[in-house]
Structure formats: C-alpha cells, structure tokens
C-alpha cells in the first residue's frame, strides 16, 4: 500500500511510526484508518520491529476525527464509520507487540480514543486531552465510552466525557491515563529511549506479557492466573526463549534472544 498519512522509521527495534497529515491536524479519516490497517500487517511482519512508537506531526497528536468527513453521514453510515475505528483500535490492542504513544500536543476526541488503544502513554507538557464529542452533539465512537472509565476509574471518565473539557498533561498523569510527561523537546528521545529498552528484553516474553495482561483484564481473577501459568510454562524447556534467559544469567552473558 502506498502510505500518504503515516510515516514509519526503523532504528535498533522501534518503529517510530508518524501520523503526518498536518494541516488537518492529523484528523483520523477513512484513509487513516485503511492505511493504519495495512501498516500494523508491515508491522507484525517485519521482524526488525519489536516495539512501536506512534506519535503525530506538527501540534497535535491527532486533534480528532474529520468533521468535514463525517458531517454529511446519514445514521448507518455514521455507525459503519464507528465500526471501523473501533476495529482498527481493537487491532492495535491485540497487536502482539507493544505500542506506545507518544503525544507531542493535542489528543482530543478520536486523538485521545487513538492513545487509549496504545499500550501506554507519554506526554509533552503541553499536551493537551479531552473528549469534546457533548461540544458537537455526539459521543465517542472509537470505544471512548469504554476504555477511558478503565484507565481513570468512572468518575473521572464521566467528568470528561460529559464536560468536553481539555486537560493539561499534568492533570491526565494524575488521573492514570498518562504514564510519563517529559518536556517537548525530550519527548521523542525519552519515549524512544525507553522502547529501546523494552526492544532489549526476551521479544516473545514482552509479547507475551501484553497478551495475558490484556486477556486477563477481560477474565476473572483465576481465569486470567490460569492462562497466565500456562503461558509462562510455553516459555521453559530447550530451544524457548525461557530457557536462554536463565541460562544466559547463570552464565553471566547477555542473551541471544
């Protein structure tokens, strides 16, 4: 596929993977989310990449979805439209390798739906969030409603969703929905940093924690330890990655991963 909103760079195991459609303020449209769709198959099959980077260009992060795409959708339409975030999104969750958001400014509406279905988030200081659908007369479409009262608890969920009001990046570390803010200037080197590092850990095992943490999170407490013992003994016996590890560390070596 030929790619005119994202930009993917590659450097010692992180795809530093850019929304760069600017002047819209990297506005999600159809063509975003066919495009992203294309680029996470690139992505699972690229095996120098082990951890994502997902950042935007110019001062947003993504300052929302494309009114002018949306205005003139009748009701199915709008549902269809919906569906398909929320399918992509839903991909980016249960993409085996972590994705990380990197938020460089503005992460309103679908912008802020778009960080919630990364892994985690790190922010500019002067990022700013918010779901200001209630502004328009909407809701959220891309699982808005249902991720952000996860990551902040309900009441925090509700004050945003129902207000439309934008936070400062401070007040988003607060609430859990941010991980780290670094000045903007350190943001991309921070955040890259600190993939690198994950990229230097057992890749299967990185994989591997995402998936049982995720799964676990949408199963009952002995459901999830369940499958998370059962993953965890995938990992033992010759030739897994398991057993590499803990043979490096006796031996005083790094891994061959």
């Not at 947003?60 to 399918?87: C, H, L, P, W």
């Not at 990380?100 to 790190?122: H, K, P, Q, T, V």
């Not at 699982?143 to 129902?162: I, V």
Request: charged residues 25%.
């Amino acid at each position: 596929m030929e790619y005119t909103i994202l930009r993917l760079e590659v450097s010692e195991g992180v795809g530093l993977l850019t929304i760069s459609r600017p002047k819209a303020m990297n506005a999600l449209n159809t063509r975003f989310f066919d495009e992203m769709n294309a680029m996470l198959e690139e992505l699972y099959n690229n095996e120098a990449v082990k951890v994502v980077v997902l950042t935007g260009e110019g001062k947003a992060f993504v300052a929302g979805a494309d009114i002018a795409e949306m205005v003139n959708k009748g009701e199915n339409e709008g549902r269809d439209f919906s569906t398909y975030g929320q399918n992509t999104f839903r991909s980016m969750e249960q993409f085996p390798k972590p994705i990380i958001a990197a938020i460089n400014g503005f992460a309103l509406g679908g912008g802020m739906e778009l960080s919630m279905a990364c892994d985690f988030r790190f922010a500019s200081s002067k990022a700013r969030f918010g779901q200001p659908e209630v502004n328009l007369g909407l809701i959220p479409g891309f699982a808005g409603t249902q991720r952000l009262p996860r990551l902040t608890g309900m009441g925090n969920a509700l004050m945003l969703l129902m207000s439309g009001e934008m936070i400062k990046a401070d007040e988003a570390f607060h609430m859990g929905l941010v991980q780290r803010v670094f000045e903007p200037e350190e943001l991309i080197e921070e955040t890259l940093k600190f993939a690198k590092l994950i990229a230097g850990k057992g890749p299967l095992a990185v994989q591997k924690v995402k998936d049982v943490t995720r799964k676990g999170m949408e199963m009952d407490f002995d459901d999830g330890s369940e499958y998370e013992a059962d993953q965890f003994g995938s990992l033992f016996g010759e030739g897994k990655e398991g057993k590499e590890g803990m043979t490096a560390f006796l031996e005083k070596r790094p891994p061959k991963w």
